[in-house]
């Protein structure tokens, strides 16, 4: 029989399904705004430049009427070429001179122009009044009368590289006259690069006809996110590629941000109202939904309907349930017991082969030696080793056994390394019986061995154990100290902080088998600190536990 109520999904659906909506809206909205942000930007910065290569174009045009109407219809040049002697010639060519002088004023741009007349072999010049307009102009008129220039005849300018300044040069030719004058392309492209392009812009020069680049900065541009215009330059071989970041214009995304101010309201608005629902229809039937199960073992669970039909479900579901929870909460308690027991048993075997491994590659090494005098020592204390833990395998076991199973284990050591390691015990006489998991202590003597990096060298360990109190409660007090390198800091605060730390080989599981036993053991009345000593370089293992002299029988259930 089905409750009667709003269904709780059904409202969660269609809000998710508003919600989505406006977001998508939003975003469709943002990335069309933006879109067309981006293209205004390009139209605007396209129309800029091809406004500034127009006004290159009719400087251009402009140069190469004069060059021709100077040779064709300029009397100065008749005078020259009909002077008689050296001062008639002198005399025209200052008149030449000063009409280029005039005209590279009226053009504003550093603009040179160089005239030669090989019927009387006179030549001058006019150079602009930049620092490096006269060893530039000089190297020109070198590469002009060596002929290792390209010097074409024609109606296009050509590019021309003069000590690292690339220049732009048109020549003519008349009669027994060249006349030749050239410009420098920076300067040519300075407007574009003051008043269109941004720090990030860069212009390109290429040759017309194969595309490669040249000039100084003869390299393609990567134009991948960039605003880029490639373009032919009229009148000359040259091809010029542009490119630019493009940064948004921040005014043009006031509407669409006020689109989203208002979606943010609405869906604000829509969450508060949402809350509003849940706290009347939702929280407080499932207040009183706890309360009900919290008395439900005595008194049961009487009919009460609310406003949303899955808890009036649940309500009807638990009514039920009183009889099947008292069985399962039997079992659940003694499976929980049966697992924590299983899986003490899983980490003591879990550590148990570590050590021998380490010791059958020990009687191997000594055997390719034909050592066997030491081989027959090292399997007495190796079946002594092994005794111990076949006779307590669970239990646990007295202080005194632990000392002999480490006194074990270094002798080991020792057989192996041709050493005298050993421990310094302080130790009351009556804490020898006191209770301890086995292995526990083990594990840090073994890495003291393996991390010393002291090869064939003595290995010092010292152990002090004492007893206290912690919260009126009599503990243990363990603390292991060696003469190592010493363990890093990092390293030590992830195992006080109870971080897992093994590699990809297994390695440095001992430490968190150990912490987790203790834990299995003990409950949270354990304490397991590791540390650089203080004192000398080495590492200090500090353990504390509640001191027994006898085994305990289960295990504490809070965990």
């Not at 897992?500 to 968190?512: F, N």
């Amino acid at each position: 029989m089905k409750s009667k109520g709003t269904s709780l999904k059904k409202l969660v659906i269609l809000m998710d399904i508003a919600l989505l909506t406006m977001l998508l809206l939003s975003a469709v909205y943002f990335i069309y705004t933006i879109r067309t942000a981006r293209q205004d930007l390009e139209e605007r910065m396209a129309e800029s430049i091809e406004s500034r290569l127009n006004e290159i174009d009719t400087i251009l045009l402009d140069l190469n009427g004069y060059l021709v109407n100077t040779l064709h219809n300029s009397v100065s040049v008749d005078n020259l070429l009909a002077a008689p002697d050296l001062h008639p010639q002198n005399v025209a060519a200052r008149k030449l001179s000063d009409d280029f002088r005039i005209k590279a004023a009226g053009l504003n741009l550093p603009v040179s122009f160089y005239f030669i007349c090989l019927k009387n072999a006179s030549e001058f010049h006019v150079f602009d009044s930049s620092d490096s307009a006269y060893p530039v102009g000089m190297e020109a008129i070198r590469l002009i009368r060596s002929q290792d220039a390209e010097v074409v005849v024609s109606n296009q300018w050509h590019y021309l590289s003069c000590l690292g300044t690339d220049l732009i040069m048109k020549t003519y030719r008349y009669r027994t006259c060249m006349f030749c004058c050239w410009i420098p392309l920076d300067s040519l492209f300075s407007a574009i690069e003051k008043d269109v392009l941004s720090d990030k812009g860069r212009i390109t020069y290429l040759n017309a006809e194969s595309l490669e680049p040249i000039g100084s900065a003869a390299f393609l541009q990567d134009t991948a996110g960039r605003y880029s215009y490639n373009q032919k330059l009229r009148h000359t071989n040259l091809r010029v590629q542009i490119s630019d970041s493009l940064p948004l214009n921040l005014r043009n995304l006031i509407i669409p941000g006020l689109i989203v101010l208002a979606l943010t309201s609405s869906v604000f608005i829509l969450s508060c109202y949402t809350l509003f629902y849940f706290r009347r229809h939702i929280e407080q039937p499932i207040r009183s939904m706890r309360e009900l199960i919290a008395a439900y073992s005595t008194h049961g669970i009487p009919s009460r309907q609310t406003g949303v039909r899955e808890i009036n479900d649940t309500l009807g579901a638990l009514s039920g349930m009183q009889k099947e929870l008292e069985s399962i909460r039997i079992d659940m308690y003694e499976e929980r017991l049966k697992h924590t027991r299983t899986e003490l048993q899983f980490y003591q075997l879990q550590i148990k082969p570590h050590f021998f491994v380490n010791c059958f590659s020990i009687i191997y090494a000594m055997a390719q030696k034909k050592n066997f005098t030491g081989i027959q020592q090292l399997c007495l204390k190796l079946s002594s080793y092994v005794r111990f833990h076949f006779l307590n395998s669970f239990d646990l076991i007295p202080l005194r056994q632990e000392l002999a199973h480490l006194n074990d284990y270094l002798d080991i050591q020792n057989i192996r390394h041709h050493t005298h390691s050993r421990i310094h015990e302080t130790i009351d006489e009556d804490l020898l019986d006191a209770m301890i998991p086995p292995m526990l202590l083990i594990t840090f003597v073994e890495n003291s061995v393996k991390y010393s990096q002291l090869e064939n060298e003595d290995i010092e360990i010292e152990l002090d154990v004492s007893s206290g109190t912690d919260n009126g409660e009599t503990t243990l007090h363990l603390e292991l100290s060696d003469n190592g390198i010493g363990i890093d800091p990092s390293m030590a605060e992830k195992i006080n902080q109870d971080e897992m730390i093994v590699d990809q080989r297994g390695e440095h599981v001992g430490i968190s088998n150990v912490r987790h036993r203790l834990s299995l053991l003990y409950g949270t009345t354990y304490l397991l600190h590791v540390f650089p000593c203080r004192s000398h370089p080495g590492t200090t293992v500090e353990i504390m536990i509640p001191l027994r002299k006898e085994p305990i029988d289960e295990y504490p259930a809070d965990r």
